[in-house]
């Protein structure tokens, strides 16, 4: 039995869903659903653009905010470029402190292994949680790198310098990974009850400091059921 297109692309639909349940937090034209320091964030070709310069600095970290809600189990796809000296980084399940400052969780985004792919909490006393390459659980007592999420070779060729990459971030109860165009950086299991977050708001971050530029588009984000 012969399928035509059209046929197969609905029953592939049925089947899996429409692109697996994810909604567009972006619509590529403006910021709507977004807030963050207008003279910083813009959009141009179809992408969120951070940028300072040297006549427009960033007095200090800021974010641009998605307004739409919180997130708690989640799964995230978004493209990144870097350009310039600086870094960038992608909050989730953190805090709003106002004047569009974020703390708590941070998918970084600065060059280079193991910096790339980290997680970093944003004006927590954990700071560098998991770097890339690491397994990690945290408790009462602190960190415990329990092992290896790949081989270092791979993780240090995942990312492209300058160009488009893909941030995947999944949150699922206690346990947060990291990924960079489908390869895994950091696997944390976040078990300090009086310090982890299992809910909050997402941003993005512009870093104060040397001149930079981020783009992010096609933010993709699927809630995610509880782990039983």
Known sequence: MRFIPALLLILTTLLHGADDDFKQLFNGTDLTGWEGETKLWSVKDGAIVGETTKENPAKGNTFLIWKGGTVKDFELHV??????????????????????????????????????????????????????????????????????????????TAEKTKEWNEAVIIARGSR???????????????????????????GLQIHAGAPMKIEFKDIRYKELAPEK
């Open 79 to 156: 493209m990144f470029r870097l350009t310039g000296s600086n870094n960038s980084g992608i909050q989730y399940r953190s805090k709003d402190l106002g004047k569009f400052v974020c703390s708590g969780y941070q998918y970084d985004i600065n060059s280079g292994f193991p910096q790339m792919g980290k997680l970093y909490e944003e004006k927590g006393s954990r700071q560098r949680m998991a770097m890339g390459g690491e397994q990690v659980t945290f408790n009462a007592a602190g960190k415990k790198v329990t092992g290896e999420v790949g081989p270092p070779d791979k993780l240090k």
């Open 176 to 202: 947060l990974i990291h990924k960079i165009n489908d390869v895994v950086t950091i696997d944390l299991t976040d078990d300090d009850a009086a310090k982890h977050a299992l809910v909050g708001i997402l």
